[in-house]
């Protein structure tokens, strides 16, 4: 069993930065690969960036790519994801997730926890 708070949204302006956190508890933390999804509103929740279980591997989403950077501590059990040259079509519910698995994925259902999410607003 794998628990997992996120923290670290806010309101921010366009062309800001953020850093999201997410904890998790549990001893399979650093057997398992990490993502980070989001859902804005009326919206299909969608992939974002993931991990893997070393963290050697990344792998992220058209959208972001270039500007947000997923990283891990597996000594603190926390998983990041750092947003930078934020959109307003960035504003979303960002979850982590965790799966039972080393490998990175991109796909909701290879996802097996999550999180309660937290909100990231960009204005413009």
């Known amino acids: 069993q794998v628990q997992l708070v996120e923290s670290g949204g806010r309101l921010v302006q366009a062309g800001g930065s953020l850093r999201l956190s997410c904890a998790a508890s549990?001893?399979?933390?650093?057997?398992?690969?990490m993502g980070w999804f989001r859902q804005a509103p009326g919206k299909e929740r969608e992939f974002v960036a993931a991990?893997?279980?070393?963290?050697?591997?990344?792998y992220y989403a058209d959208s972001v790519k270039g500007r947000f950077t997923i990283s891990r501590d597996n000594a603190k059990n926390t998983v990041y994801l750092q947003m930078n040259s934020l959109k307003p079509e960035d504003t979303a519910v960002y979850y982590c997730a965790a799966r039972t698995g080393p490998r990175v994925a991109s796909l909701r259902e290879e996802y097996d926890y999550w999180g309660q999410g937290t909100q990231v607003a960009v204005s413009s």
């Open positions: 549990g001893r399979t933390f650093s057997s398992s690969a």
């Open positions: 991990i893997s279980r070393t963290g050697s591997t990344t």
